[in-house]
Each structure stands twice: as C-alpha cells, then as structure tokens.
C-alpha cells in the first residue's frame, strides 16, 4: 500500500508564476490536509479538504492561494502569482475520515518550493 | 484557538544518555491527542510517539516515553539511550477535531 505521495519533491518559480503541488492521498483515504513549512519553523495548518469539498480553509492566506480535491484524481494546492515569500516546504497528510473522530494523519515527503 | 510552545530551539547529548524535550500546550477543549513528530534532514515528518488525553497512563515506544502532566498542559519527551539516527528536528503537535497544530521545534543533536 503506497503511502502519501506528493509531486514534484522540488519545484522552481520566478516570481509571477504559477505553483501547481499535486497530493495523492493513501488508498482508502478521503481527506487530505496541507500545511506549510517556512524555514526554521513549524509546519501551519492551511486548509482541510475531503473529495469535491472544502471544510476548513482557516490557514489559507485570502489570495493567491487555492485548493481542490476532486472526486477523481489528486488534491491540488495552487498557487499564483508567486512572491519570495512563499518558498517553503509544502506538505500534504491524509487520514480515512476526518473531524470528530481521531485518525492518525499520514504525511507525504514534501514539496519544497523555492521562488526565484 | 490551541497553541503549542517547545521552548528548547536546541539541544545536544552524548550517545547513549538520556534527553528530554520539552513541550506546553493551551486548549479549551476536554478531548484530545498529543503527538511527538520526527523530522530527519529528509524533512520527512515521521510519528514518534502519542497521547490520547484521557488515558492517565504515558504513552511509551520503545526507547521513546513521554511524562503527560494534563492539569498543567505539559507533554514532554524522553529518549533513553539516544543514538546517532535520532539526531532530527522534533515537532510536538495538538490535535483536536481536525488539524494538527505544531511547536517550533527543537533541534537535537546526538554526538558521538
């Protein structure tokens, strides 16, 4: 059983570009979470997702940035128009249900993205 | 809103001794778990070890154990035996009905 996956593991940009990271949640899996990792921190929480519906966006910066989880394929966090800013590590955690119960959140490896 | 504190940026040991990191939390909420996360340079985030809060017992993994004090919002963790490999970033995390929120984390280091 494969377990979170998340591409591309680095991702360049200039600055006014688009940021696409792609997260495929573990099979059986219908809720994915993404956080952020600045340098030297920890990683924040930015939006909660289950397919084809957004539950928690609390985190999201309000421009710029947006997500989906459609009902086939991978969740996707989007970013336009980057700025320097934004050059963190991006991770993506899947759990098989979501809030009010306990599940283990499983992470992926990362998307380290660095903004020229 | 919870908050979660690691007020050790970094630490060092010997191989071989025992180190314990520390860790506060703040919630309103009755329900919940504590985690211990593991970052190696690969930046992996790797579950150590964690704590339902309404279980009185400590929660242990082999050389892993942590000392949960829930009246004073503490959840510290304690590595006996530290080896090489355990040399990694430390993320002590909250969570309630849906997201984990983290610490800053604490950079140990194990020398030979």
């Known amino acids: 059983n494969a377990g979170v996956m998340q591409n591309p593991r680095h991702l360049v940009r200039r600055r006014g570009q688009e940021a696409r990271l792609r997260c495929s949640p573990m099979?059986?899996?219908?809720?994915v979470y993404w956080y952020r990792q600045l340098p030297e921190e920890g990683l924040k929480f930015m939006v909660y997702?289950?397919?084809?519906?957004?539950?928690?966006e609390s985190g999201m910066p309000k421009e710029r940035f947006s997500a989906e989880f459609p009902k086939e394929g991978p969740s996707i966090l989007r970013i336009q128009q980057v700025v320097r800013g934004d050059s963190a590590a991006y991770f993506c955690a899947s759990s098989p249900r979501g809030s009010g119960i306990y599940n283990e959140q499983f992470f992926g490896p990362g998307t380290r993205l660095t903004v020229l | 809103a919870q908050t979660v504190t690691q007020s050790q940026p970094e630490m060092s040991v010997q191989e071989a001794e025992t180190v314990t990191l520390s860790c506060t939390y703040d919630?309103?909420?009755?329900?919940?778990?504590l985690f211990w996360y593991k970052q190696p340079p690969s930046r992996q985030m790797i579950l150590v070890i964690r704590?339902?809060?309404?279980?009185?017992q400590n929660a242990t993994e082999n050389r892993f154990s942590v000392n949960f004090q829930k009246a004073a919002k503490s959840f510290s963790l304690k590595i006996s035996d530290s080896q090489l490999g355990d040399t990694a970033m430390y993320f002590c995390a909250f969570q309630g009905a849906q997201k984990l929120v983290f610490g800053q984390g604490t950079r140990l280091t194990i020398n030979p």
């Open positions: 099979k059986g899996h219908s809720h």
């Open positions: 704590q339902e809060a309404y279980k009185q």
């Open positions: 919630t309103s909420e009755s329900n919940y778990y």
């Open positions: 997702l289950q397919k084809e519906n957004i539950i928690d």
